[in-house]
């Protein structure tokens, strides 16, 4: 309550929630959600030696029985160095397929010394939470437990079951989060808390947008290779595997594949393209319109921040050939990373660069570890709406629209199975302090407050 009310208390004054909000109060999930971030964060939950994962899942366990939950409802399974958590909310009708609220305590590796402040000790300063874990995404996390909390204690009865799950290796392997989706693949819906999310204004602070995540590109990795007999450098052959692997290499450097919409990447590009400069907005709006239109093709593809919203990207990425200074290269390879459009198997992208590479004696195999394509989940009428009525509560006015993530998450694996999910995370952020991953990773606790009452509004709608 202390921290609430001097901490709240000036990120009100910055206006962070607009004056017009007329935000319900729950004094006690907000303090018990940032209590509950600080707590998770404390933990080192780090692949490797040492992981403590398992420790910040009995600590979220412990906390869900301390607010209601049956003790034998929350199973926590350990799966190598790390573990994963699911707990139910038992619902009144047996028959209704469950939803699904989907998160990870884990955490990417963060060195101490290159900090400005210990990784692993949670620091509130400045109406921000600060620490490993503070986007990505026990802060989250700890706001939708409160949340469910929040509403056991105001007597809610869900119709389907809800259940809350923390995976245990998102940043890394992924293979808790598979397991999670095949034993979940009856859910009806599936939030995804670790994506999605509001732009803060950088000059306001004020929300600018909030989009959902419906879709993601799938990750992959194939490796070329051309092999060579031989020999002694002094006695060079015409064929040479490293002036091989080159030519393949530059012929895949020039090659664009073809530009792609779907019904998420045009809205969002549509709807998104207000926020952008003059230049890169209208060919966003052009694209959107028609994805043939060159002019428009041209200029997203210059932008590494508009490429990979307009179709499949690879790229080389590493590169290695030869044994000795003075010996012919008897081996070469390349490392090419794809990001696939959502509807494309990563075997016909390989067989694509392979026509490109355009040399039968370059080989391509797929060495992509731990990720699955997927289509993109359907626009739902249910979940839009529930997520466009959560979010005009706490922050009336301010635009919802949809988006498709760069890289994977554990939707991909749901998706995998045929369940819709969708990143809804009520965090709103600068896209200048995003941190996830890096150095210093913070959050405006300002957050709390409207996502406790975002998570409530959208947990109740889609389980009733
Ligand atoms: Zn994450």
Known sequence: MVLRSVAFGTMMAAAIVPASAKVASHPVADAQALEMAKKAIAFRSVRGPGNQTPQTLAYIKDQLVAGGFSPSDVTITPVDDTAYMIARWPGS?????????????????????????????????????????????????????????????EGYKPRRDIIIEFSGDEETTMKTGKIIADKLRNADIVLNIDGGGGVLDEVTGKPRYFTWQGAEKSYSDFQMTVTNPGGHSSAPRKVNAIYELSAAL???????????????????????????TPEIGAAMRAFAANPEDQAAIETLAADPATVGRIGTTCVATLISGGHAENALPQRA??????????????????????????????????????????????????????????????????????????????????????????????MFTKASEDFSHGLNERAPIANVAPSITYYMSLFSDLSN
Not at 132 to 142: I, P, V
Not at 252 to 275: C, H, M, Q, W
Not at 345 to 371: C, H, Q, Y
Not at 380 to 395: E, I, N, P, Q, T
């Open 93 to 153: 009708d047996p028959k209704a397929k469950p939803l699904v609220i989907s998160g990870h305590m884990d955490v990417v590796e963060a060195k101490p010394a290159d900090w400005q402040r210990d990784p692993f000790t949670p620091v509130v300063e400045n109406g921000y939470l600060f620490g490993r874990g503070a986007t990505d995404m026990k802060f989250d996390g700890a706001i939708a437990v409160a949340a469910l909390i929040e509403l056991k204690r």
């Open 250 to 276: 530059l012929r895949i450097g020039a090659y664009r594949f073809k530009p792609e919409v779907n019904d998420l990447t045009r809205a969002s590009l549509t709807e998104s393209a207000k926020y952008e």
């Open 333 to 426: 390879t390349a490392n090419i990373n794809c990001r696939i459009f959502p509807g494309h198997k990563p075997a016909d992208i390989m067989a694509e660069l392979a026509r490109v590479a355009n040399d039968p004696a370059v080989t391509f195999k797929d060495v992509t570890e731990g990720s699955v394509a997927t289509a993109a989940s359907p626009v739902r009428a249910d979940f839009v709406g529930a997520v466009k009525k959560a979010l005009g509560s706490v922050y009336p006015g301010v635009p919802v629209f949809p988006s498709q993530a760069s890289g994977a998450s554990d939707s991909m694996w749901f998706r995998a199975n045929g369940v819709d999910s969708y990143g809804a995370s009520p």
